[in-house]
């Protein structure tokens, strides 16, 4: 199954309201954190709303 691993690696600084939330949802808190989450249509939704924001790399698990 794919997943993905995904690292904050701008800050939510100047940031709407709903581009913190959606990082927050993702379960990033700390800049350079690393998450991994299954590739699916949300997460990639969600990847794609905050892309800018993002470093996204896809894992075979």
Not at 1 to 25: F, H, N, P
Not at 39 to 61: C, P, S, Y
Request: no cysteine.
């Amino acid at each position: 199954m794919k997943q993905l691993q995904i690292k904050l690696v701008r800050s939510v600084i100047g940031s709407t309201e709903g581009q913190r939330a959606t990082v927050s949802s993702l379960g990033l808190r700390k800049l350079q954190q690393t998450v991994t989450r299954p590739d699916n249509e949300i997460v990639r939704g969600m990847v794609n709303k905050v892309g800018h924001l993002l470093q996204v790399t896809e894992i075979e698990a």
